[in-house]
């Protein structure tokens, strides 16, 4: 039961989070989400930054796949710490917000002295994210979805995936 709950919880606070960005809104309630790494924003950084320093900091995948809440406060803090901004409008500004730790103040993660992960190259290229992309068996092995594996091209994994 604590399980469902607590992806319900997960569920919600990516519904919020997504829907106070500035790019969506319920006028274009009836469009689909945009990825989460289309939330964040660094002056001078491209894309594909974007997406490496998502992996980087924990997340599990550029697009926002569901993680814990903890682990979606640290990801998130990673990100602020490394210079990124959720592009959350409040007040007609973007400000950086961490709404897990507003709403959840006794995760781990918001507690003073808390270890919060840095950047890291060997994180992100040891995710599962990109262990999937590059090798064919690890796909097969951890995929929801097996057979989506056969359309890949492991030869030429994305470009978040390169040292």
């Not at 689909?32 to 599990?60: F, Q, S, T, V």
Request: charged share 25%; glycine share 6%.
């Amino acid at each position: 039961m604590e399980k469902i709950k607590n992806k319900i919880l997960i569920i919600f606070i990516n519904v919020f989070v997504w829907g106070c960005s500035g790019n969506y809104s319920i006028s274009n309630i009836d469009k689909p989400m945009p990825d989460y790494y289309r939330l964040w924003e660094k002056a001078g950084d491209d894309e594909i930054g974007i997406k490496k320093k998502l992996l980087e900091c924990g997340g599990k995948n550029p697009s926002g796949d569901m993680i814990s809440i903890n682990d979606s406060a640290l990801t998130y803090i990673c990100m602020v710490q490394a210079g990124y901004f959720l592009l959350v409008s409040v007040n007609g500004k973007r400000e950086n917000h961490n709404v897990w730790c507003m709403n959840w103040p006794d995760l781990a993660a918001c507690q003073k002295g808390a270890n919060i992960p840095k950047p890291s190259i060997e994180k992100r290229l040891s995710s599962d994210y990109c262990k999937s992309a590059i090798n064919y068996q690890f796909c097969k092995d951890t995929a929801p979805n097996p057979a989506a594996c056969e359309r890949m091209d492991f030869n030429n994994p994305p470009p978040e995936c390169l040292p």
